[in-house]
């Protein structure tokens, strides 16, 4: 090999040093980059209907005669089916249960093995400068601050579910139905008046116990039958629905006793159904909260700040503005608050 291909030979072997050293440094930089993350949230919500139904209509008879007992038990179940079979439901649909290396030349002369030489070590040097100068910033990279930046926001609900409940007692089974059922025409009647809407109410069915015919019945009970039903108001008209549970009065004054056992006596419950729509807003402001205070420290301590390495959402409490640290659906307006944790880069 003769003079000019050699010292072309050390130069790129110098070269490749070089490269390879500079290739290292940079791979630490980004081997510590790769561990930038965010971690964030999705919530999503759907109001769907049921697509079936599974309606268990439960009977009871008491008294001194084993057999009355039964066939008053067997008369009921066939009133049942003939019942459901008059509403239209089929056999199939309906169930009756029973009771129970590089390598160069010797011959090279003095000047071009110096020349080669000197190739060859200012491709390592270059490469140990790239590597020391990769280390330094893998290690200036663990430099970071950690801040929480936090956002509150007081907002109206945007949903009211409102469940009116009512009871009657009496001795009389046909009575204690029948009062029931003027009940509920009644207070269907007050929430029609109100401005509500058919689509915006929903009347469940009504009940009554035999307190004689339960297991392990008490025979001192003042009266034998007991029943309750329920009317819900499902809408979005939230102040209509405040301004209605504060109008209540004509409907006791009418004897209908509203509420009972806790049922429906707290009121309406509000909802905040908007939340998608609110969530970015309040996640942006406690970003720029913390990203300000982020830059605050590290004017402080003398550095810059750097990229966001990680951070984490936090999770947004629902409160409500009467001072409870929880929200029970009472309050109409609602307070948000989160504290979202980021994590910077400081240079």
């Known amino acids: 090999m003769n003079t000019l291909s050699r010292l072309i030979a050390a130069l790129l072997v110098g070269a490749g040093i070089a490269v390879a050293g500079y290739s290292v440094s940079q791979g630490l930089e980004r081997f510590r980059m790769s561990d930038r993350s965010v971690t964030v949230k999705g919530l999503a919500e759907k109001d769907v209907e049921s697509d079936f139904a599974i309606w268990t209509l439960s009977f009871r008879r008491a008294g001194n005669e084993f057999g009355t007992v039964q066939q008053a038990l067997a008369a009921d179940r066939e009133k049942v089916l003939a019942f459901l079979k008059e509403r239209g439901f089929t056999d199939s649909e309906l169930e009756a249960r029973p009771a129970p290396p590089f390598s160069g030349s010797t011959n090279m002369n003095t000047l071009s093995r110096l020349i080669a030489a000197l190739l060859v070590g200012a491709g390592i040097a270059v490469a140990g400068f790239s590597v020391s100068q990769g280390l330094e910033r893998f290690r200036m990279s663990d430099r970071s601050v950690t801040v929480k930046g936090l956002a509150e926001k007081d907002v109206e609900s945007d949903f009211a579910i409102w469940t009116l409940s009512f009871r009657r007692a009496g001795n009389e089974f ?3 139905q029948q009062a029931l059922a003027a009940d509920r025409e009644k207070v269907l009647a007050f929430l029609k ?48 629905v405040a301004s209605a549970a504060l109008a209540v009065d004509p409907l006791i004054q009418g004897g209908i006793q509203l509420g009972g056992d806790g049922e429906g006596a707290s009121g309406p419950r509000y909802q905040l159904r908007g939340f998608n729509d609110i969530k970015a807003p309040l996640l942006a402001e406690a970003t720029r909260n913390a990203r300000e205070q982020a830059d605050k420290f590290a004017a402080e301590a003398g550095a810059s700040l750097g990229p966001l390495k990680n951070a984490n959402q936090g999770a947004i409490r629902i409160t409500g503005t009467d ?25």
Not at 219 to 230: A, D, E, L
């Open 174 to 176: 046909g009575t204690v």
């Open 193 to 240: 008046e109100r401005g509500f809407t058919d689509t915006e109410l929903e009347a469940r069915p009504l009940q009554v116990q035999d307190l004689m015919a339960r297991d392990y019945a008490q025979g001192n009970v003042p009266f034998r039958f007991n029943g309750s039903g329920q009317v819900l108001v499902k809408t979005s008209r939230v102040a209509d």
């Open 323 to 347: 001072g409870n640290d929880f929200d029970d659906g009472s309050s109409r307006s609602k307070r948000l608050r989160v504290v979202s944790t980021f994590e910077y880069e400081l240079r």
